[in-house]
């Protein structure tokens, strides 16, 4: 039996930004906020191979795990087949994504990147944490309990 999370087709507006679900998940890939994460995880590791940042071990393996912990908490949350399950994972992933925007301020700091970067690096964090607001929001609404209650 495959795992699929079942939604309507739904539109859902937070802070002016536009969310538009399908009517089914029958994977984490097709999960627009996931493929964001995957989006900020491979621009944090380009800055980790290409500036100093490298060299700092320690806030590198942070920002590296933050960035990590989103789209892995997502795929994670999307697999257990309940909403509430769903719904705890993708708080975390949204934890983490505060994580993330903390240490990219570090990296500022230490100039391991420049102002432009990290508004570059920061706008997409902050979609990502839109984007889990606005699936939480859907699932908390939505009256549809998850595959593992049919």
Do not use: H, P
Not at 10 to 30: D, H, I, P, Q, S
Not at 105 to 132: P, V
């Amino acid at each position: 039996m495959s795992s699929e999370l079942i939604v309507s087709s739904y539109e859902l507006r937070v802070n002016n930004y536009k969310f538009n679900y399908m009517a089914t998940f029958t994977g984490f890939e097709e999960i627009d906020a996931w493929k964001k994460a995957r989006q900020l995880c491979n621009t944090t590791f380009r800055l980790i191979m290409t500036s100093e940042l490298g060299k700092d071990f320690g806030l590198r393996d942070q920002i590296n795990r933050s960035s990590g912990s989103i789209m892995v908490n997502i795929a994670e949350g999307s697999e257990r087949g309940g909403n509430k399950e769903f719904i705890q994972f993708l708080f975390i992933a949204k934890s983490s994504n505060s994580e993330f925007k903390s240490q990219l301020y570090r990296i500022l700091d230490r100039n391991y990147i420049n102002e432009e970067e990290f508004k570059k690096i920061m706008t997409l964090s902050n979609e990502i944490s839109k984007m889990i607001g606005g699936l939480i929001k859907y699932l908390k609404q939505s009256d549809l309990k998850g595959s593992k209650f049919k």
